[in-house]
C-alpha cells in the first residue's frame, strides 16, 4: 500500500484533513478569546464548587448548588463556542442565555434574601466576587453569537 493511498484511507476512516479551514464564524477571531474567558470559568467555577461540595455543602446548599449549575453552564458554552454548524450556535445561545438568566436571578436574589448565601455563589451579587465578569461575559457572549448567527444558506 502506498503512502498516498494509506493517506485517503485514513481520511475516509476519521474524517477530513487536519488542514480544513473552519467555516463556522463564532469560534474564529474574538470568539478565540470568549473560549478562553469560558475556559477558565468553566475551570474556577468547577473546581470551586467541586470544592464547596465536598466540604461545606451542609452549611449552604443552594449558594453550592448553583455554583454548580454554574460551573456546568460554563462548560457547556465553552464547548458549543469550540464546535461548528447552526446547532452548536443554537446550544452556545441558549447556554449564554441561561448564564446570564441565572446571574441575573441569582445575583438579584443574593440581594433580597442574603441569608441564602451565607456562602457566596458565582453569580452571587451579579458575580461580585469574579470581578462582575460573571454579569458582563454573557451580554458580551450573545452579542457575538448574534453577529455570528449563522445565515439563513447555513441552517
Sequence with gaps: ????????TLQKRF?????????????????HVLIV???IFSLSAGVRSLYQLATEFSMAPVA???????????VLATV?????GPGWHAVATWAVGAELLGVLGVGALSMF?????PKASVWSDFGAGYGYV????????????????PSRGER
Design 80 to 84: 458549543a463556542l469550540t464546535k461548528t
Design 113 to 117: 434574601e442574603p441569608q441564602l448565601f
Design 64 to 74: 453550592i448548588l448553583l455554583s454548580t449549575l454554574s460551573a456546568a453552564i460554563y
Design 134 to 149: 460573571p454579569l458582563v461575559l454573557p451580554v458580551v457572549g450573545l452579542a457575538w453569537l448574534w453577529m455570528t448567527r
Design 1 to 8: 500500500m502506498d503512502p498516498e493511498s494509506s493517506h485517503s
Design 15 to 31: 474524517g477530513g484533513s487536519m488542514h480544513t479551514r473552519r467555516t463556522d464564524r463564532k469560534s474564529s477571531g474574538f470568539g
Design 37 to 39: 474567558v469560558y475556559g
